[in-house]
Nanobody
Framework: VQLQASGGGLVQAGGSLRLSCSAS????????MGWFRQAPGKERESVAG????????YYTDSVKGRFTISRDNAKNTMYLQMNSLKPEDTAVYYC??????????????????WGQGTQVTVSS
């Protein structure tokens, strides 16, 4: 599976962005999908995850109520709608695909494939 993240950019605090992650191949629906982010000098952290058919979602506490993850298996695409953005959301955002169980949705090392990342910068 090849993943391509897009949609990042520069936005003022309180603004919104929508990230997309396009996947190649016919097996997109067989993967749990996740969004991760990494700020300078910090470790990569889980942001959100979505189950194979989209019936279950996971969010890290800091983005609950502001971010929404979704997927369209017919289009081999995953999305992250980010509202009420804060300067602390500034990071490179990565999408990833996992063949593991849902219990590992927030664990970066359990993901099999990664996109190249897209920069999100939130100014104060």
């Amino acid at each position: 599976v090849q993943l391509q993240a897009s949609g990042g950019g520069l936005v003022q605090a309180g603004g919104s962005l929508r990230l997309s992650c396009s996947a190649s191949g016919r097996t997109f629906s067989s993967y749990i999908m996740g969004w991760f982010r990494q700020a300078p000098g910090k470790e990569r952290e889980s942001v959100a995850g979505i189950s194979r058919m989209g019936g279950s979602t996971y969010y890290t506490d800091s983005v609950k109520g502001r971010f929404t993850i979704s997927r369209d298996n017919a289009k081999n695409t995953m999305y992250l709608q980010m509202n009420s953005l804060k300067p602390e959301d500034t990071a490179v955002y990565y999408c990833a695909a996992s063949s593991r169980s849902w219990s590992n949705v927030g664990v970066p090392m359990t993901y099999d494939y990664w996109g190249q990342g897209t920069q999100v910068t939130v100014s104060s």
